[in-house]
Protein backbone atom coordinates (compact mmCIF):
# COMPACT_ATOMS: atom_id res chain seq x y z
CA UNK A 1 0.00 0.00 0.00
CA UNK A 2 1.26 3.32 -0.63
CA UNK A 3 0.43 6.66 1.54
CA UNK A 4 1.79 9.88 1.70
CA UNK A 5 1.93 12.74 4.49
CA UNK A 6 2.43 16.20 4.47
CA UNK A 7 3.58 18.00 7.95
CA UNK A 8 2.11 21.38 8.03
CA UNK A 9 -1.53 21.59 6.72
CA UNK A 10 -0.56 25.61 6.49
CA UNK A 11 2.76 27.36 6.08
CA UNK A 12 3.44 30.67 6.14
CA UNK A 13 6.91 32.79 5.10
CA UNK A 14 7.76 36.07 4.21
CA UNK A 15 7.89 36.80 0.40
CA UNK A 16 11.88 36.30 -0.44
CA UNK A 17 12.17 33.41 2.20
CA UNK A 18 12.95 30.26 1.48
CA UNK A 19 10.09 27.75 1.03
CA UNK A 20 10.49 24.30 2.52
CA UNK A 21 7.14 22.05 2.09
CA UNK A 22 7.33 18.82 3.80
CA UNK A 23 6.20 15.27 2.24
CA UNK A 24 7.05 12.01 3.25
CA UNK A 25 6.33 8.35 1.74
CA UNK A 26 5.61 4.89 1.97
CA UNK A 27 5.58 2.67 -0.46
CA UNK A 28 6.59 -1.11 -0.74
CA UNK A 29 8.10 -0.49 -4.41
CA UNK A 30 10.09 2.02 -6.25
CA UNK A 31 7.14 5.01 -6.31
CA UNK A 32 6.97 8.11 -9.09
CA UNK A 33 6.52 11.18 -6.48
CA UNK A 34 4.85 14.16 -8.01
CA UNK A 35 4.08 18.18 -6.83
CA UNK A 36 0.91 19.70 -7.37
CA UNK A 37 -0.03 23.04 -7.04
CA UNK A 38 -3.05 24.57 -6.87
CA UNK A 39 -3.86 28.21 -7.17
CA UNK A 40 -7.32 29.58 -5.85
CA UNK A 41 -10.99 28.52 -7.70
CA UNK A 42 -8.44 26.01 -10.58
CA UNK A 43 -7.71 22.52 -10.87
CA UNK A 44 -3.79 20.90 -10.05
CA UNK A 45 -0.98 21.61 -12.42
CA UNK A 46 1.80 19.59 -11.89
CA UNK A 47 4.64 21.68 -10.92
CA UNK A 48 7.51 18.52 -10.81
CA UNK A 49 8.03 14.78 -10.76
CA UNK A 50 10.41 12.04 -9.91
CA UNK A 51 10.62 9.10 -11.80
CA UNK A 52 13.42 7.33 -10.63
CA UNK A 53 15.58 9.20 -12.97
CA UNK A 54 18.04 12.08 -11.15
CA UNK A 55 17.19 12.50 -7.26
CA UNK A 56 17.05 16.61 -7.73
CA UNK A 57 13.98 17.22 -9.75
CA UNK A 58 13.81 20.71 -11.09
CA UNK A 59 10.12 22.26 -11.62
CA UNK A 60 8.43 25.11 -13.00
CA UNK A 61 8.28 28.51 -10.97
CA UNK A 62 11.70 27.58 -9.59
CA UNK A 63 10.96 24.46 -7.65
CA UNK A 64 12.84 22.01 -6.87
CA UNK A 65 12.64 18.69 -5.14
CA UNK A 66 15.04 16.10 -3.83
CA UNK A 67 13.97 12.37 -3.53
CA UNK A 68 15.61 11.08 -0.19
CA UNK A 69 15.11 6.99 -0.43
CA UNK A 70 16.64 6.39 3.02
CA UNK A 71 14.45 9.25 4.27
CA UNK A 72 11.35 8.53 2.05
CA UNK A 73 11.13 12.13 1.65
CA UNK A 74 10.22 14.25 -1.29
CA UNK A 75 10.10 17.72 0.13
CA UNK A 76 9.57 21.16 -1.81
CA UNK A 77 11.64 24.20 -1.95
CA UNK A 78 12.11 27.04 -3.94
CA UNK A 79 14.60 29.25 -2.45
CA UNK A 80 13.17 32.55 -2.27
CA UNK A 81 9.22 33.14 -2.29
CA UNK A 82 7.09 35.27 -4.10
CA UNK A 83 3.58 36.39 -3.92
CA UNK A 84 2.37 34.77 -6.64
CA UNK A 85 3.14 31.41 -4.95
CA UNK A 86 0.60 31.65 -2.63
CA UNK A 87 -1.32 28.50 -3.26
CA UNK A 88 -2.32 24.93 -1.65
CA UNK A 89 0.39 22.25 -2.59
CA UNK A 90 0.06 18.42 -3.14
CA UNK A 91 2.63 15.86 -2.92
CA UNK A 92 1.20 12.60 -4.42
CA UNK A 93 2.89 8.93 -5.16
CA UNK A 94 1.84 6.61 -7.58
CA UNK A 95 3.23 2.97 -8.40
CA UNK A 96 4.59 1.85 -12.17
CA UNK A 97 0.87 1.42 -13.36
CA UNK A 98 0.08 5.08 -12.37
CA UNK A 99 -3.46 3.56 -12.03
CA UNK A 100 -3.79 4.75 -8.24
CA UNK A 101 -2.85 8.58 -7.47
CA UNK A 102 -2.32 8.90 -3.57
CA UNK A 103 -2.78 12.64 -2.39
CA UNK A 104 -1.28 14.11 0.62
CA UNK A 105 -3.77 16.13 2.15
CA UNK A 106 -2.24 19.47 0.83
CA UNK A 107 -0.60 22.40 2.43
CA UNK A 108 -1.52 25.72 2.40
CA UNK A 109 1.13 28.25 1.21
CA UNK A 110 1.00 31.97 2.36
CA UNK A 111 3.20 34.43 1.36
CA UNK A 112 3.37 37.77 3.51
CA UNK A 113 4.50 40.70 1.90
CA UNK B 1 -0.94 21.26 -24.42
CA UNK B 2 -3.14 18.63 -22.82
CA UNK B 3 -6.72 20.25 -22.31
CA UNK B 4 -9.07 18.54 -19.47
CA UNK B 5 -12.35 20.54 -19.43
CA UNK B 6 -15.23 19.76 -17.42
CA UNK B 7 -18.62 20.89 -17.96
CA UNK B 8 -19.33 23.50 -15.14
CA UNK B 9 -17.24 25.59 -12.90
CA UNK B 10 -20.05 25.44 -10.02
CA UNK B 11 -23.13 23.72 -9.85
CA UNK B 12 -26.01 23.67 -7.17
CA UNK B 13 -28.58 20.93 -6.92
CA UNK B 14 -31.21 19.47 -4.52
CA UNK B 15 -31.23 16.52 -2.03
CA UNK B 16 -32.23 13.20 -4.06
CA UNK B 17 -31.55 14.96 -8.02
CA UNK B 18 -29.43 12.95 -10.30
CA UNK B 19 -26.66 14.77 -11.38
CA UNK B 20 -23.84 14.27 -14.32
CA UNK B 21 -20.17 15.49 -14.22
CA UNK B 22 -18.98 15.81 -17.54
CA UNK B 23 -15.23 15.97 -18.33
CA UNK B 24 -13.91 15.74 -22.42
CA UNK B 25 -10.11 15.56 -22.84
CA UNK B 26 -8.43 16.44 -26.22
CA UNK B 27 -4.94 13.95 -26.47
CA UNK B 28 -6.60 11.17 -26.89
CA UNK B 29 -5.85 9.58 -23.11
CA UNK B 30 -6.47 5.89 -22.91
CA UNK B 31 -6.79 6.40 -18.32
CA UNK B 32 -9.05 9.08 -16.82
CA UNK B 33 -10.15 9.57 -13.19
CA UNK B 34 -12.51 11.43 -11.13
CA UNK B 35 -11.44 12.90 -7.80
CA UNK B 36 -13.41 14.89 -4.98
CA UNK B 37 -11.54 17.29 -3.34
CA UNK B 38 -12.37 17.80 0.41
CA UNK B 39 -10.47 20.29 2.99
CA UNK B 40 -7.89 18.73 5.08
CA UNK B 41 -8.49 14.57 3.00
CA UNK B 42 -6.82 15.85 -0.01
CA UNK B 43 -8.06 14.34 -3.11
CA UNK B 44 -9.90 10.82 -2.96
CA UNK B 45 -10.15 8.89 -5.93
CA UNK B 46 -14.00 7.77 -7.15
CA UNK B 47 -13.32 5.75 -10.14
CA UNK B 48 -11.40 5.33 -12.84
CA UNK B 49 -11.46 4.78 -16.75
CA UNK B 50 -8.36 2.71 -18.61
CA UNK B 51 -10.29 2.36 -21.79
CA UNK B 52 -14.31 2.97 -23.62
CA UNK B 53 -16.30 0.99 -21.43
CA UNK B 54 -13.83 0.04 -19.17
CA UNK B 55 -14.35 1.25 -15.04
CA UNK B 56 -12.66 0.39 -11.75
CA UNK B 57 -13.74 1.74 -8.35
CA UNK B 58 -11.61 3.72 -6.55
CA UNK B 59 -11.46 4.84 -2.97
CA UNK B 60 -14.66 6.08 -2.16
CA UNK B 61 -17.13 4.67 -5.02
CA UNK B 62 -20.30 4.63 -3.04
CA UNK B 63 -23.05 6.75 -4.12
CA UNK B 64 -21.48 7.38 -7.49
CA UNK B 65 -21.30 5.59 -10.70
CA UNK B 66 -19.70 6.47 -14.26
CA UNK B 67 -19.61 6.27 -17.83
CA UNK B 68 -17.33 5.87 -20.61
CA UNK B 69 -18.78 6.01 -23.89
CA UNK B 70 -16.18 7.61 -25.93
CA UNK B 71 -12.65 7.88 -25.14
CA UNK B 72 -12.48 11.34 -24.85
CA UNK B 73 -15.47 11.62 -22.15
CA UNK B 74 -15.96 10.16 -18.58
CA UNK B 75 -18.84 11.42 -16.75
CA UNK B 76 -19.57 10.99 -13.34
CA UNK B 77 -22.91 10.15 -12.20
CA UNK B 78 -24.69 10.88 -8.66
CA UNK B 79 -27.71 8.38 -9.02
CA UNK B 80 -29.53 10.79 -5.97
CA UNK B 81 -27.45 13.55 -4.73
CA UNK B 82 -27.50 14.12 -0.66
CA UNK B 83 -25.99 17.01 0.95
CA UNK B 84 -22.70 15.04 1.97
CA UNK B 85 -21.78 14.90 -1.70
CA UNK B 86 -21.32 18.73 -1.44
CA UNK B 87 -17.86 18.65 -2.76
CA UNK B 88 -15.04 20.35 -5.35
CA UNK B 89 -15.06 17.51 -8.02
CA UNK B 90 -11.68 17.21 -10.17
CA UNK B 91 -11.36 15.08 -13.40
CA UNK B 92 -7.67 13.76 -14.95
CA UNK B 93 -6.60 12.58 -17.76
CA UNK B 94 -3.27 10.45 -18.06
CA UNK B 95 -0.35 10.15 -20.85
CA UNK B 96 -0.29 7.15 -22.51
CA UNK B 97 1.67 3.57 -21.24
CA UNK B 98 5.66 3.69 -21.37
CA UNK B 99 5.25 7.63 -20.53
CA UNK B 100 6.33 9.09 -17.23
CA UNK B 101 3.35 8.92 -15.32
CA UNK B 102 1.49 12.27 -15.20
CA UNK B 103 -1.95 13.32 -14.19
CA UNK B 104 -3.66 16.57 -16.01
CA UNK B 105 -6.07 17.89 -14.11
CA UNK B 106 -9.14 19.70 -15.41
CA UNK B 107 -10.33 23.44 -13.44
CA UNK B 108 -12.38 21.35 -11.43
CA UNK B 109 -16.49 21.71 -10.21
CA UNK B 110 -17.51 22.62 -7.16
CA UNK B 111 -21.07 21.30 -6.22
CA UNK B 112 -23.18 22.28 -3.60
CA UNK B 113 -26.15 20.14 -2.54
CA UNK B 114 -29.13 22.02 -0.58
Known amino acids: AQSVTQLGSHVSVSEGALVLLRCNYS??????LFWYVQYPNQGLQLLLK??????LVKGINGFEAEFKKSETSFHLTKPSAHMSDAAEYFC???????????FGTGTSLTVIP | DVKVTQSSRYLVKRTGEKVFLECVQD?????MFWYRQDPGLGLRLIYF???????EKGDIPEGYSVSREKKERFSLILESASTNQTSMYLC?????????????FGPGTRLLVL
Open chain 2, 92 to 104: ASREPQGAPETQY
Open chain 1, 27 to 32: SSVPPY
Open chain 1, 50 to 55: YTSAAT
Open chain 1, 92 to 102: AVSDRTGNQFY
Open chain 2, 27 to 31: MDHEN
Open chain 2, 49 to 55: SYDVKMK
